[in-house]
Antibody, heavy 119, light 107 residues
Framework: QITLKESGPTLVKPTQTLTLTCTFSGFSLTTSGVGVGWIRQPPGKALEWLALIYWDDDKRYSPSLKSRLTITKDTSKNQVVLTMTNMDPVDTATYYC???????????WGQGTLVTVSS | DIQMTQSPSSLSASVGDRITITCRASQTITTYLNWYQQTPGKAPKLLISAASSLQSGVPSRFSGSGSGTDFTLTISSLQPEDFATYYCQQSYSSPWTFGQGTKVEIK
C-alpha cells in the first residue's frame, strides 16, 4: 500500500520560511520514473502545482514561485522536503504531496496539511 | 505554461443523469491528460490517466476521451457519491497545470 503524509507548521508569520516534509511508504524514490510532487489549494479555490523531484534528482518548479521554492529528497528516510520562503497571507492553503508516476499522473495523494499565514 | 480550461465551472444534475465535463488545453498535449475527483475536505483522487485509462477500482460509469487539445470526462449515470469537484491536469510539459475545476451539485 502506498501512502504519503505531510507534516509541518500549521501557522507561519508573514516573511517567514515554510518547511514541509512529505514522508512516504510503499514505493521508492530510487525507482526510475518515479517522482514526488507538491500541490496546494487555497480555501475554496483550485489546485495549484508547485514542485516535483524525480528519482534522479531532476527538479521542476512552478515558474511563478520558482524563486521562493526548494525541493529536496532524502531517499534513506523516504522523505521529500519543500521549503517556501517569504510567506504571505495569500500562501494560506492546504498543501498536498503526491507520487508522480507513469505519464505524470499524481497518485496517491497525502491527506494534506493546512498552512495559515498570519501575524 | 499550458493553460487548462474546464467547462462548465459548475453544474446541477440528478441521480441517474449522464453528464459531460470538458477540458481544453491551450496547446496540444496529445493524451497527457488526467482527471481527478475531490470531495469536500478530502484529497483529490485520480480517476483517469492518459486521457482514457480508468484507474483500478474506479467505477465503469466514468470514462474519458480526447486527444490534442480537447478532452471530456463523462459519468454515464450519476450516483450520490459522484457529487464532487472534478479537475483535469496536463502532464505534457512542466509545469503541470490544472483546470479550475467543475463542481457537480445535486439538482
Amino acid at each position: 500500500q502506498i501512502t504519503l503524509k505531510e507534516s509541518g507548521p500549521t501557522l507561519v508569520k508573514p516573511t517567514q520560511t515554510l518547511t514541509l516534509t512529505c514522508t512516504f511508504s510503499g514505493f521508492s524514490l530510487t525507482t526510475s520514473g518515479v517522482g514526488v510532487g507538491w500541490i496546494r489549494q487555497p480555501p475554496g479555490k483550485a489546485l495549484e502545482w508547485l514542485a516535483l523531484i524525480y528519482w534522479d534528482d531532476d527538479k521542476r518548479y512552478s515558474p511563478s514561485l520558482k524563486s521562493r521554492l526548494t525541493i529536496t529528497k532524502d531517499t534513506s528516510k523516504n522523505q521529500v522536503v519543500l521549503t517556501m520562503t517569504n510567506m504571505d497571507p495569500v500562501d494560506t492553503a492546504t498543501y498536498y504531496c503526491t507520487r508522480n508516476y507513469g505519464l505524470g499522473s499524481l497518485d496517491p495523494w497525502g491527506q494534506g496539511t493546512l498552512v495559515t499565514v498570519s501575524s | 505554461d499550458i493553460q487548462m480550461t474546464q467547462s462548465p465551472s459548475s453544474l446541477s444534475a440528478s441521480v441517474g443523469d449522464r453528464i459531460t465535463i470538458t477540458c481544453r488545453a491551450s496547446q496540444t498535449i496529445t493524451t497527457y491528460l488526467n482527471w481527478y475527483q475531490q470531495t469536500p475536505g478530502k484529497a483529490p483522487k485520480l480517476l483517469i490517466s492518459a486521457a482514457s485509462s480508468l484507474q483500478s477500482g474506479v467505477p465503469s460509469r466514468f470514462s474519458g476521451s480526447g486527444s490534442g487539445t480537447d478532452f471530456t470526462l463523462t459519468i454515464s449515470s450519476l450516483q450520490p457519491e459522484d457529487f464532487a469537484t472534478y479537475y483535469c491536469q496536463q502532464s505534457y510539459s512542466s509545469p503541470w497545470t490544472f483546470g479550475q475545476g467543475t463542481k457537480v451539485e445535486i439538482k
